[in-house]
Nanobody, 128 residues
Framework: QVQLVESGGGLVQTGDSRRLSCAAS????????TAWFRQVPAKEREFVAS????????NYADSVKGRFTISRDNAKNMGYLQMNGLKPEDTAVYYC?????????????????????WGQGTQVTVSS
């Protein structure tokens, strides 16, 4: 059973940068895929980015491509989401998620149902 704890959220201004962190414990992290999702009230959880176990496979939602970068440090059991050029529409609760499988592909990685392990979320608010 993997436990995930996100950190790094907060109130920022348009154009600012922020790095979210995801600390994993209690299970296998290095051999699985990691992803970030976000959610605003009354909307479904939205895919942001994912990364495969080795870090050489990554994908992004079109809305964040070129601004956000996902990474991981398997030695530290950590995942990261570097967010640059933040916009008010990036305001959301951001969740870290970890899969239970080794394989990864672009289509599969975008579905929340494929991630059994989730953190509690961290709020990011971007003021205009």
């Amino acid at each position: 059973q993997v436990q995930l704890v996100e950190s790094g959220g907060g109130l920022v201004q348009t154009g600012d940068s922020r790095r979210l962190s995801c600390a994993a414990s209690g299970g296998t992290f290095s051999g699985t895929s990691t992803a970030w999702f976000r959610q605003v009230p009354a909307k479904e959880r939205e895919f942001v980015a994912s990364i495969n176990w080795s870090g050489n496979g990554r994908n992004y939602a079109d809305s964040v491509k070129g601004r956000f970068t996902i990474s991981r440090d398997n030695a530290k059991n950590m995942g990261y989401l570097q967010m640059n050029g933040l916009k008010p529409e990036d305001t959301a609760v951001y969740y870290c998620a970890v899969s239970a499988r080794y394989s990864w592909n672009d289509y599969w990685s975008r579905a929340p149902k494929n991630y059994p392990y989730w953190g509690q979320g961290t709020q990011v608010t971007v003021s205009s």
